[in-house]
Each structure stands twice: as structure tokens, then as C-alpha cells.
């Protein structure tokens, strides 16, 4: 679905930059039918109290003009030059993008000793409201856990954990989304595609570091979700612009969809979804009390499930309909008591649970539905007919305070956005380009995208970067056990696998949404930039 946009109106949205540590007001905007945006920034200063000290920042709300592959700085030029002569469809304008960040910079601290991390949610379409106001900015909104927040007022506080105590930060909001808007010939085409956000991105980072003097810093990028994948693709495309990365971070990690727990039965013969989705039903059912004997550690717990899933599991899953009776019957059993759900159900289902139909049936006797993102958050199953989840608890029980909290924080404290629509996210979810071209293609390939290549290829050319995986027991959107078995399939020698470290929590997709997750996340995010940006 597309957004309908007027440019005029977008055109005049974006501020003009500002005068370095001054606080800026909006210029008059470019004349109505401008072909090309105009680069912003919004200077304020603030500081946050961090359990490692206050530190005093310069924020900078602005945006970057990047454009879509094939595009020459010398276009505008022949643009100009052509004059106003009548134009083809073909002569249009190229697809460009204004995409908005908000920068954080230490005071005083020189660029070169100061670590700088990129930080960026997924979806694909999501905005980056969540990381922003919920895990690593100077402030953060508070809500309620494994329950609905309140409708507003949202409390806004100081953020105790925001990661400025270790790095300057730079949270990015994806083309269409947020405050970034795109416009041009095939606008859609040239942003919404898995190789098209990549080169968005790094164009995107490279512009960044040229216009704050931050080549010579540190460098890392956060991507959560949909934004692990740009994540790992980002750290080839760097370092094919000459930018090597300290570190890559990444939090519910998507690399190889092929791993996804989105609808698998459309795919038969692909089982490794399921193998990777059952320690996260078993640390549902853990939580639920859905359990005939509850286990009281719940690692050592995980671990006996990760190691039948396996084994026993994914062997009787490969042999598909050649599965013997007494098995299938034995292997129900075993997935009854890690689950909690009935053998008969999990006999008709052929031993294989869609993530949506485990959402709706384990607490069915109660008329209620986990959540996707976090299966701690329960809500009221909207269908009791129906076979799956139709909707996600926990989208629902805080999307609208984050909204709001962004909202009032941007337009009051940064000051930027006046007169513009904030966009949460958008629906490109089902229309996104998801053809890949891995290292070593001469081209896309026709299969589900996966961009472990890139990233192996990346750590080979640069032995000294180190990735970081984080993930939450309870997330059955991007199960944690799926990030352990992508890394156990990444493509590098024995000698580079030493460079992946590996943080779980009990929380969800959005691991800072749980108050001790936070903590212990910032903690472990804080501690590998320190170990990866310190002089060699």
C-alpha cells in the first residue's frame, strides 16, 4: 500500500541546517515542485544522568539526502542544464531519500578516541521509535511489563541505561518511515528491497562521517530485527566503501530467512523453522505454568530442549511421512511435555506448530493469546474460531505509548518536526523486494534472502571486527534459538568464530522492554564497544 504524500507539503517539512551548537529555526522551505531535498539539522544540547556518571551531549535532529543506485552527483547539473525542456517519463528525476536521524555527541570528547554506533529497528517499514525511547537514548518511556500500558499521560524519564556513557549514538529512521520521506521515479522499487535499503544505509553512514569529522572514530551498528539483516549486510557494503567496522550488534536477529518461523507450512520440506521455534514454546510454556512439572532453572531447562531439538526432533521431521507410528507417537509425547500442548493437537498438526497457532492454543482454555514479539504479554483472543493469533498483545499493550513519548520528546526538547507527521511504520512488509545478491552473484537470486555470506565475507576481510548476538527467550517472531543456529551455519573459519558472542534474556523481541533486560543489555552492549574500541 502506498502512502499518499504531497510533495509541496513534504518539501516544506525539513528545516535548514543550523549553524554548528546553536539551536536553529526553520527557514523557508524549497519552492513547491523542488526536485531534489535539501539537507537539515536542529541543534540543542541536554545531558543524562547514567549509573556510570552524567554526560553532557550535543543533540542534532536532522536529515541526509541519499539517493537510489545508479544515481551521479552530476545529475542535478544535467538536470539544470536541460532546463525546462519537455521530458520523458525516463527523464524524470531518479529516486531520492531525505532520511531524518538524531544524533547524540559527548561534549567535548575528541572524535578519534569517541566510539560512534548506528542504531536502526526493521520490520521491514519500521521506524526507530523503539530503540530510541526504549533502550539506548538519554531518555525513555515507561511501561508497564507483560501487561497494557495505560492510555496517556506516559511518563517520559531520564534514561539510566542510555548507551551515551559508552558511545555517541545515531538512531536512523528507515526510508518512508518516521520523519524520512522518499519521492522520484520508482521511488518504491528503489528504496523497499533488502539490497536497496543496504546501499541506502551505507550511503546514508558515509555522508554521515564526511559531515561530522567522524571517520577516524570507532564505528559500530545496531540493527534489532528486520534491522539485524541490514545490519550484516551493511558490514560488506562498508567495507566496500572503505569503512571497516569495530563491531556489529545485533538483537533478534534475522540473518537467513529460510530459519523463519513465518508461516512454514506453505513450504513444505523446509522443517528448520520449526527446530528453531520450540525452545522459545518451551520458555512460553515455562513461564505459563503450562507444564506438568515445571523445571526451576530455566536455562538448564532450554538447553535439554535445544539439544532434542536437535536431535530426536529434527530427525523425525526429515523423514517427513516415512515417520514411523511408535516415533510419531514418542516424538508427540516429548513435545507435549516442553510445550504444553495436547498430543492429539500436536498429532493432527504432523508434529510441526505454526508460532501463531502455539500463540492461540496454549492458553485456549482460557479464551486468551499470547504475544508474538513477547510471549510474556497475554491478551483476549479476538477469534476463538480462529486457527491462529490474529493479532500481537504486546504491539498493543505499548505501540501507542512509545508514539506519543517520541512525539512530545521531539517536538518539544529537539524541536524539530513542527507541522510534520511522525510515521511509526509503514505496510511494506508483504510487497518488499526480498531478492539478495550474495558475495560472489552476478545477480539476485530467486530464494528468501540471506546475507550470512556477507557477513562471513566481512569477518574474513576483517579478522579484528567482532559481532555481538543478543536475544529474548520469549520472542516467537525471530525465536533466540535461531540466531544460535544461523551463527552455527556462518561460513567462517574456526579461527574467526571466537569473534561471535552471544547474550540471552528473559524478555521478548524488544528486550529492554523488561526493566532487568535493559539493565543487563545496556550492561553487555556497553562492555563489548569498551572491549572493541579500546587502542591496539
Known amino acids: 500500500m502506498k502512502l499518499p504524500i504531497l510533495l509541496a507539503a513534504l518539501l516544506a517539512a525539513f528545516p535548514a541546517v543550523a549553524a554548528p551548537d546553536a539551536a536553529s529555526k526553520d527557514d523557508p522551505a524549497p519552492r513547491p515542485g523542488h526536485a531534489y531535498f535539501t539537507p537539515s539539522e536542529v541543534h540543542s544540547t541536554g545531558s543524562v544522568a547514567t549509573r556510570g556518571g552524567r554526560v553532557s551531549y550535543q543533540a542534532i535532529a536532522g536529515t541526509l539526502v541519499v539517493h537510489s543506485k545508479g544515481w551521479s552527483d552530476t545529475d542535478p547539473i544535467e538536470a539544470a542544464v536541460d532546463g525546462d525542456k519537455d521530458k520523458s517519463d525516463d527523464d524524470k528525476p531518479k529516486a531520492e531519500a531525505s532520511m531524518y536521524y538524531t544524533a547524540y555527541f559527548k561534549t567535548g570528547a575528541p572524535a578519534a578516541g569517541r566510539p560512534i554506533t548506528f542504531l536502526f529497528n526493521g520490520g521491514p517499514g519500521s521506524s526507530t521509535v523503539w530503540l530510541h525511547m526504549g533502550a539506548f537514548g538519554p531518555v525513555r518511556v515507561v511501561t508497564a511489563d507483560a501487561r497494557h500500558t495505560p492510555a496517556a499521560p506516559y511518563d517520559i524519564v531520564n534514561n539510566d541505561q542510555s548507551l551515551l556513557d559508552a558511545s555517541d549514538l545515531v538512531f536512523i529512521d528507515a526510508p518512508g518511515t518516521g520523519f524520512s520521506r522518499i519521492v522520484g521515479k520508482d521511488k518504491d522499487k528503489a528504496f523497499y528491497g533488502v539490497d536497496q535499503d543496504i546501499y541506502a544505509f551505507t550511503h546514508f553512514i558515509t555522508q554521515f562521517l564526511s559531515r561530522y569529522g567522524r571517520w577516524n572514530s570507532p564505528k559500530y551498528v545496531f540493527g534489532e530485527s528486520y534491522g539485524t539483516m541490514r545490519a550484516a549486510g551493511l558490514a560488506l557494503a562498508l567495507q566496500q566503501e572503505s569503512v571497516d567496522l569495530n563491531g556489529v550488534m545485533l538483537l533478534s536477529d534475522v540473518l537467513n530467512w529460510d530459519f523463519l518461523p513465518d508461516d512454514p507450512q506453505v513450504n513444505p520440506g523446509i522443517d528448520m523453522p520449526y527446530v528453531v521455534s520450540l525452545p522459545t514454546y518451551a520458555a512460553t510454556a515455562w513461564y505459563h505454568n503450562r507444564l506438568g512439572n515445571r523445571p526451576p532453572d530455566l536455562q538448564a531447562f532450554l538447553a535439554e530442549v535445544e539439544q ?64 508474538t514479539l513477547d510471549t510474556r504479554f497475554v491478551g483476549a483472543t479476538l477469534d476463538p474460531l480462529s486457527k491462529v493469533a490474529s493479532y500481537d498483545p504486546q504491539g498493543s499493550a505499548i505501540g501507542a505509548a512509545y508514539v506519543a513519548a517520541f512525539n512530545t520528546y521531539v517536538r518539544g526538547t529537539l524541536h524539530y518536526g513542527d507541522g510534520v507527521q511522525f510515521i511509526e511504520g509503514i505496510p511494506i512488509y508483504s510487497s518488499w523486494d526480498y531478492k539478495h545478491a550474495p558475495p560472489g552473484s552476478d545477480r539476485a537470486l530467486i530464494a528468501l534472502p540471506n546475507v550470512l555470506p556477507d557477513l562471513a565475507i566481512a569477518m574474513k576481510q576483517n579478522p579484528d571486527m567482532k559481532v555481538m548476538v543478543n536475544g529474548g527467550y520469549f520472542d516467537v517472531s525471530t525465536p533466540y534459538f535461531e540466531g544460535k543456529m544461523e551463527m552455527r551455519h556462518l561460513p567462517v573459519p574456526a579461527a574467526l568464530r571466537s569473534n561471535v558472542e552471544y547474550h540471552y534474556y528473559e524478555s521478548g523481541h524488544m528486550v529492554y522492554a523488561h526493566q532487568p533486560s535493559l539493565l543487563a543489555l545496556h550492561d553487555n552492549v556497553a562492555d563489548f564497544i569498551r572491549r572493541t574500541s579500546a587502542v591496539r
Open 308 to 371: 532434542f531439538s536437535t536431535t530426536e526432533y529434527s530427525r523425525a521431521l526429515i523423514q517427513g511421512n516415512d515417520l514411523p507410528d511408535a516415533e510419531r507417537q514418542a516424538i508427540a509425547q516429548k513435545l507435549s511435555a516442553y510445550t504444553g500442548l495436547s498430543v492429539p493437537y500436536l498429532l493432527k498438526s504432523n508434529l510441526r506448530i505454526e508460532y501463531g497457532a502455539f500463540q492461540k492454543e496454549l492458553l485456549a482454555d482460557q479464551e486468551a493469546t499470547t504475544g
